[in-house]
């Protein structure tokens, strides 16, 4: 058989299959697992590869499915993500878009077109991390709180948030008007988002409900982790970065959100200092590390109302004798003036849990399902359990030959379009699926892909297709 005969075969077989079960959906308020939508790869690509035309019109005819290559390459500079296939600018088209490759402005079409059209079927906005955005240090340097506040300012109310998904799908028309984002990309970035690794954690809460943690990397190097305990007895993680390096660390927090960490140098029994700031945003502003003994295991605490009165005890370096040390601190100049130090018969301050008032933290390590022994946990007064992660912004995808580990609780699968099983087994699964590289009839599967992302979105064969298939607009 020819061809051309064989693709239109192919293409009726699938498009009869799915337009019973389409056109019956079509008609019905769906759940957003059981919907199919129209969808484009790498859509910042316009016409320099395919023929997709601009993010507006590609909106306008329908996509709801947005895909957008992202560096961090220039982070520092220009303070935001860039759009690109290899690198910042790779087989962008400007044409009927943003002029410049700033991620901010690209999501500020898609922002304006939904606030436009509040009945439109949810837009899912695909940012594929073609960069680790691991090794950014800091929000600064443009790590992932970064990303999710670019998101949240950009959507507002619009936003759809991985964190507000019920354990009961939501129908298509409840969330017409939303816009779901998603992670794809990097694995280790994608990891990074649902979990911490962590070693010798330690945290602490003041009475306003901001939480410190610090941690050591288990190879030398010190992150924190700030944070607000809720009314609801959870805590909301809003800021992380490296602040150093050493091990063993501990940390002190007063009503002023002041905070006094101590730890242990990585190759030597030296014991050091920060005073830090915790702003009202979860930025932390660090002193410069000063050393104020020799010793390990350091833990402190403040000792008065105020604030400024603080005790550390640490264990020597050459036997199990504790001494101690007392502290005042002057939060203006970012400094701890040391005094009387002596050996105490006193246990060093559990440094894993804090409370204030009736509030209670509690850090840990442990596995949590396919998670590593190390992972960063916590318990409050009201939880136990509950991951130390980046706030669940996004949704994290989980694609082919991806760890268990991302594929735990995953709702959005992905997979070239020429997978079929991996693609059929995830949609029977209630999962939704994307299929990159949709370009031919004989991608179709059934039940189609949620999402079958294609380069060629106005092809006659894929237009019939998908209506057909009864997606959604």
Do not use: C
Not at 79 to 87: A, E, N, T
Not at 182 to 205: F, N, Q
Request: charged fraction near 20%; charge should be negative; proline fraction near 4%.
């Amino acid at each position: 058989m020819p061809r051309s005969r064989t693709v239109l075969a192919v293409l009726a077989v699938a498009a009869s299959t799915l337009l019973i079960s389409g056109a019956a959906e079509a008609s019905a308020d769906l759940p957003l697992p059981s919907a199919i939508f129209r969808a484009t790869h790498n859509s910042y690509s316009g016409n320099v590869d395919g023929a997709k035309n601009s993010i507006a019109y590609q909106l306008d005819h329908g996509i709801r499915f947005i895909e957008l290559d992202i560096h961090d390459n220039d982070y520092a500079t220009s303070h935001d993500y860039s759009i690109g296939h290899d690198s910042p600018g790779d087989q962008v088209d400007h044409t009927g878009n943003p002029a410049s490759n700033l991620l901010r402005d690209w999501l500020d079409v898609i922002n304006t077109w939904s606030a436009q059209h509040p009945a439109a079927a949810p837009i899912v906005v695909a940012l594929d991390l073609k960069d680790d955005l691991t090794d950014n240090t800091s929000y600064a340097a443009g790590n992932l709180a970064a990303l999710n506040q670019e998101l949240t300012s950009v959507f507002g109310s619009r936003l759809f948030q991985a964190k507000d998904y019920p354990a009961t799908p939501p129908t298509v028309d409840t969330l017409r008007g939303r816009v779901l984002p998603l992670i794809s990309g990097d694995g280790k970035t994608r990891t990074l988002y649902k979990r911490d690794i962590g070693y010798h954690p330690a945290v602490a809460i003041n009475g306003r409900g901001q939480v410190v943690e610090v941690h050591d990397s288990g190879a030398g190097v010190l992150w924190y982790w700030t944070g607000t305990y809720g009314a609801d007895g959870r805590v909301t993680w809003l800021r992380h970065g490296r602040y150093d390096t050493g091990v063993t660390p501990a940390v002190a927090l007063n009503d002023n959100g002041d905070l006094v960490e101590v730890h242990q140098s990585q190759n030597a029994t030296t014991l050091w200092y920060h005073v830090g700031h915790l702003g009202a945003d979860g930025e932390i502003t660090w002193s410069p590390s000063h050393q104020y003994d020799n010793g390990v295991l350091p833990t402190v605490t403040f000792t008065d109302a105020a604030g400024t009165g603080l005790r550390e005890i640490h264990r020597s370096q050459n036997n199990n004798q504790n001494w101690d040390w007392n502290g005042v601190l002057d939060a203006g100049a970012m400094t701890v003036s040391w005094s009387g130090n002596a050996k105490t018969s006193d246990a060093r301050y559990d440094k894993t849990t804090s409370t204030s008032g009736t509030s209670r933290v509690h850090v840990w390590n442990g596995a949590d399902g396919q998670t590593p022994a190390q992972t960063l946990r916590m318990d409050t007064d009201r939880y136990t359990g509950d991951r130390v992660q980046y706030q669940q912004t996004a949704f994290d995808e989980f694609q082919q030959g991806d760890s268990a580990e991302l594929k735990q609780g995953a709702l959005f699968y992905a997979a070239p379009a020429t997978e079929s099983a991996f693609i059929t087994a995830a949609r029977q699964a209630g999962r939704l699926v994307r299929g990159w590289d949709f370009d031919s009839p004989s991608n179709a599967t059934s039940p189609l892909a949620d999402y079958p992302a294609t380069n060629h979105p106005y092809d006659t064969w894929y237009q019939d297709l998908l209506t057909q298939s009864g997606a959604i607009e």
